[in-house]
């Protein structure tokens, strides 16, 4: 049960953290050039749009979702493999990067982009839609990571324990 167990939490930190990463790569490709395409009116179109609900709704919830399956991969991989217990401390490291990143990076430019209250010139929001898209290829880049790591810890869990097919079958 133990397995099962383990198995399904290392498929849900591949699967949640992929959908993240397929979000971060459809803001960058669809929304970030939307925002970006005829500064002012585009910004002015998308703080109209996010006036009910805005992508921080989204990721308030599933940023939760997140660090509770990667505190739970770490504590419940600790004893096993020294490789998995490495590949699910640096998959924790790295969603703590993307953590500090979206604060610290991420944040500001939002509150400069689409806050109600900015009174930014077309420079400064241009200058700021193309620091974010730059910057979200990179946070995409650090979530393939996390994603990568998780596909590792699978492997090397399910090498290490010979699970066979009919169980991974049963955990579904």
Not at 67 to 94: G, M, Q
Not at 148 to 162: G, I
């Amino acid at each position: 049960m133990k397995n099962k167990i383990k198995i399904i939490l290392l498929f849900l930190a591949v699967i949640v953290n992929g959908g993240l990463l397929f979000v971060n790569i459809y803001n960058s490709l669809v929304d970030s050039a939307n925002w970006g395409s005829n500064i002012p009116a585009s910004i002015e179109i998308a703080r109209n749009y996010f006036t009910t609900k805005s992508p921080t709704d989204f990721f308030k919830i599933f940023g939760i979702v997140i660090h509770v399956i990667a505190i739970n991969c770490v504590i419940r991989f600790w004893n096993a493999d020294k490789k998995i217990r490495l590949y699910t401390i640096s998959a924790l490291a790295l969603i703590l990067t993307t953590d500090l990143l979206t604060a610290f990076y991420f944040f500001p430019r939002n509150d400069l982009i689409f806050g109600s209250s900015s009174s930014a010139d077309i420079q400064t929001l241009t200058l700021a839609c193309n620091e974010w898209n730059t910057m979200n290829w990179a946070r995409s880049t650090i979530i393939l990571g996390i994603v990568v790591l998780y596909c590792f810890s699978l492997n090397n869990f399910l090498k290490t324990k010979q699970v066979n097919v009919d169980e991974i079958r049963a955990a579904s």
